[in-house]
């Protein structure tokens, strides 16, 4: 299935829409690993645990939209959005959201 956050796919005509669909996910930060991050701010660097958080909910969220896409009929998602939101009691949780138009392509 094609994912793109452009409105069209080049060479490709949208046929028919199908509507907009959705996909979620919400992750919990673990308390060692923000412990570990919070050192990482302070010495400088780049916090791998939460880059792979990040990672995991948003190919999470991209499955479920491209999940709801697939059980409408369309072969792909166009004009996709991705939107990430820290979520919870003192931010202990992480949403990735993921929206975009699902279609037939030619």
Not at 35 to 48: C, E, K, Y
Not at 57 to 69: G, K, M, T
Not at 90 to 104: D, E, H, K
């Amino acid at each position: 299935m094609i994912v793109t956050t452009t409105p069209s796919v080049e060479g490709r005509q949208i046929q028919d829409y199908k509507g907009v669909v959705t996909g979620e996910a919400i992750l919990g930060a673990h308390l060692f690993r923000d412990l570990f991050a919070g050192l990482r701010d302070i010495v400088g660097g780049r916090s791998g645990s939460y880059e792979k958080s990040l990672r995991e909910a948003r190919e999470i969220a991209l499955s479920e939209l491209q999940d709801e896409a697939q059980r409408r009929g369309a072969n792909a998602v166009v004009g996709v959005d991705l939107d990430y939101e820290v979520i919870g009691e003192q931010g202990s949780m992480l949403m990735v959201s993921a929206s975009g138009t699902a279609v037939v392509l030619s």
